[in-house]
């Protein structure tokens, strides 16, 4: 059995930040009649039911975790909108509960499941994770969530099993995004299913300790943590074992630009900007600029998964 | 009041002073007055809202000819100056914050980047281009030249093209946006074409003119628009 080491979640002390928010909140209000032209201080707060979990601290990396209003308010989640700010706006409107995922494929535990069911006697554990964008920005990030694996093994996949795909929900209702066609809907990403199992993989479904908001990618969302962001799906309905590649929704926009694997690497840059450096969200002004780390600082731990690999063939 | 106090007084003003809101907006995010915010990343916020007012301007600047002609108010010319010089006063900006804000004054990454990304090297290339124009752009200068001033100051087509194409390239995918600036910018364009065209059949067959009266007021309100360059467009 799990001992659970109680402590106050990081986001139930209210950030400096935030305090003096207030204030500029209230400018804000003052401000909003003088001038349409100013946009208010909308900074979404961790309002998520608080979740029980274990740090671990061995997968956690040092580094200081971003903000949480900017994780939340800085999203690609083009089922919400394409611009930054536009899924913590819209997002209110995915409803999280109930929310069944159904597994198909290379495994003998087929069938459609209750998220519920599924996380039932799951061990949540928070792991501090950096986070690559393949727009060349960064952050990090406190997830909650457990394995993959753990998930993967319950599903008993074949030996014809080799890769794994991963679908989001396709509803136009709940997902405004998705009446226009700026991606092939619905939103598809794929693993080796040595990726898949892979310790560092993780299932998603809390940051800062409480419930992962929906702009994040709720109530389940991947992270691969040494991957361009686009490969960390979310808000996932679909599971399936394939026993060929899955074709992925930014790799079939793009195939120039998003490979299937899209492991970080400084040395191969996507065809219009470099991917040698990274600035990071939150940063000091004229201190954010930092080199990227080949798969994204975890080359000590997912290296082997690619010896004999031609990288800059297979990005 | 005369039209030229009118503008000196008034207008002018006014437009000088619509020019710097995008600017204070900015200034506001920036520093946190009045409850604005540039959002997660403000660096980013600033360059793109830098680099979409001047191409906004850009196309302000490339509206004027075609607005003064159909609405028949040829001394709007005496606004198209400061328009242009707050496009480039706007790209310059945009340049200095991608450099300073965004390189962090990394200029191996920003050789590399003019020589090696498409998107950028047209869009360092239109800002090269703005520099003549912005340096000729004195009634000293104008009268200098004489009629070679409007030659060089073609340019200014070219340079539209170059900007709204580093927009759209830029663009991760959702190309919506840029496609609407490239729209206008072909409209503004495409009205310079047609008219050349009716001029030049004009030149030809000058009766057909009197068949047209809209095409005579386009022809006369433009040439008088010619002869205003030098002196009355200050």
């Known amino acids: 059995m799990k001992v659970r080491i109680p402590r106050i979640a ?54 200081p975790p971003n903000k949480f209003e900017d994780i939340a308010s ?49 061990s949540l554990e928070e792991r501090i994770y950096r986070f690559r964008c393949v727009e060349a920005w960064s952050m990090v990030v406190p997830w909650v969530g457990f394995p993959l694996s753990t998930l993967l093994a319950r599903f008993k996949p074949t030996s014809r099993a080799k890769y794994v795909e991963f679908t989001t929900l396709y509803d136009p209702h709940q997902m405004p995004g998705q009446r226009v066609p700026v991606l092939g809907w619905p939103y598809v990403e794929g693993l080796r299913i040595d990726e898949a199992m892979h310790p560092l993989t993780l299932m998603v479904v ?105 990288l800059r063939r297979y990005f | 009041m005369t039209v030229t106090q009118r503008y000196r007084w008034i207008y002018k003003p006014l437009v000088f002073a619509a020019c710097l809101v995008p600017l204070a907006w900015l200034a506001c995010g920036a520093f946190g007055w009045f409850g604005a915010s540039l959002g997660a990343d403000p660096v980013k916020e600033l360059e793109h809202e830098c680099g979409k007012t001047a191409l906004n301007l850009l196309l302000l600047t490339l509206a004027v000819t075609p607005v003064r002609e159909l609405t028949g108010q040829p001394q709007l010319l005496r606004l198209r100056r400061m328009l242009g010089l707050f496009a480039f006063f706007y790209v310059v900006l945009h340049f200095t914050i991608y450099v300073v804000l965004d390189l962090e004054l990394n ?68 190309v919506r946006e840029p496609l609407i600036y490239a729209a206008i910018l072909a409209a503004l364009l495409g009205y310079r074409v047609v008219r050349a065209r009716v001029r030049r ?16 007021k386009l022809t006369s309100t433009s040439r008088s628009g010619a002869s205003l360059l030098p002196s009355e467009s200050d």
């Open chain 1, 206 to 310: 809390g940051l800062y300790g409480r419930v992962l908001p929906n702009q994040d990618g709720a109530p389940l969302r991947l992270i691969v943590p040494w991957k361009y962001g686009f490969k960390s799906i979310k808000s996932i309905v679909k599971i399936g074992f394939t026993p060929s590649q899955p074709r992925t929704t930014w790799s079939g926009a793009a195939a120039d630009e998003y490979g299937f694997f899209a492991n970080v690497n400084p040395q191969v840059d996507h065809p219009r900007w470099s991917q040698a450096s990274e600035r990071r969200i939150g940063a000091p002004f004229l201190a954010a600029r930092r080199p990227t780390l080949p798969f994204n600082g975890y080359a000590e731990q997912v290296a082997s998964l690619y010896q004999g690999m031609d």
């Open chain 2, 107 to 174: 200029f191996a990454t920003l050789g590399a980047d003019i020589a090696k990304r498409p998107y950028i090297t047209i869009g360092f290339g239109a800002l090269l281009l703005l520099v003549p124009l912005a340096v000729t752009s004195t009634n000293g200068m104008m009268r200098r030249l004489g009629r070679r001033w409007q030659s060089l100051h073609r340019l200014v087509y070219l340079i539209a093209i170059l900007g709204v194409w580093h927009f759209y390239w830029q663009v991760k995918r959702d």
């Open chain 1, 10 to 63: 990081p986001s139930e002390i209210t950030p400096e930040g935030v305090y003096l928010n207030r204030r500029s909140l209230l400018a804000g209000a003052l401000a909003m009649g003088a001038s349409s032209l100013l946009r208010a201080v909308e900074t979404p707060q961790a309002q998520g039911a608080a979740l029980s979990y274990t740090v671990n601290a061995q997968y956690s990396v040092k580094e």
């Open chain 1, 74 to 122: 800085y999203n690609n989640f083009y089922e919400f909108g394409t611009d930054k700010e536009a899924p913590s706006h819209n997002a209110h409107s995915l409803r999280t509960r109930p929310w069944s995922v159904s597994v198909y494929g290379e495994a003998e535990g087929r069938g459609t499941f209750d998220l519920d069911d599924l996380l039932k006697g799951v």
């Open chain 2, 201 to 216: 059949r004009d030149a030809a067959a000058p009766a057909a003119r009197a068949a047209t009266a809209r095409t005579a």
